[in-house]
């Protein structure tokens, strides 16, 4: 089998809400995300940028509805990939600020991340990616990713 084009990417997802305004208060307010275009009550495309969307938010099938129970399929989370451990910090300051609970925050070797939920019980990482040289790997260079806890109050400490 040939492998995907190395150059391919995940561009956007489109998340179902139950409540709009809920969603973009969240999204926006909170997380930082800016509106793009908002289609009446339905939906909404919000980005960091500029970008056209990087998240849909849409209650075609969700308006009202209540979130997908714990133990079932679909998505797990929606990861956010920040640039770097300053710019992660001051996203997870500004959710602690609104009072949003952490699910956990875990230092992968290769990556530092923080989970939470959105009001509709979405799954999100915020996360920011170590360079590559400092990923750790076996004898024979494997990559070997770690689950440590993260030490959350040191990445605070880098917010700006």
């Known amino acids: 089998m040939t492998p995907l084009d190395p150059r391919v990417r995940i561009g956007h997802v489109h998340l179902k809400v139950a409540d709009l305004e809920r969603a973009l208060h969240f999204w926006c307010d909170i997380l930082g995300f800016e509106l793009q275009q908002r289609m009446g009550d339905s939906a909404a495309f919000v980005s960091a940028g500029g970008y056209h969307h990087h998240i849909g938010l849409n209650t075609w099938e969700s308006a009202g509805a209540a979130p997908p129970p714990r133990r079932s399929t679909g998505l797990y989370h929606v990861a956010?990939?920040?640039?770097?451990?300053?710019?992660?910090?001051?996203?997870?300051?500004?959710?602690?600020?609104?009072?949003?609970?952490?699910?956990?925050?875990?230092d992968h070797g290769v990556s530092e991340a923080i989970y939470l939920r959105d009001p509709d019980g979405n799954g999100i990482e915020l996360y920011r990616d170590r360079p590559e040289a400092e990923w750790p790997r076996s004898a024979d260079g494997?990559?070997?990713?770690?689950?440590?806890?993260l030490d959350l109050n040191a990445l605070l400490a880098e917010a700006g």
């Open 80 to 106: 956010i990939l920040f640039p770097d451990r300053p710019s992660l910090a001051s996203a997870v300051q500004r959710v602690l600020d609104a009072g949003v609970v952490l699910e956990g925050a875990s």
């Open 142 to 149: 494997a990559l070997v990713m770690t689950l440590e806890r």
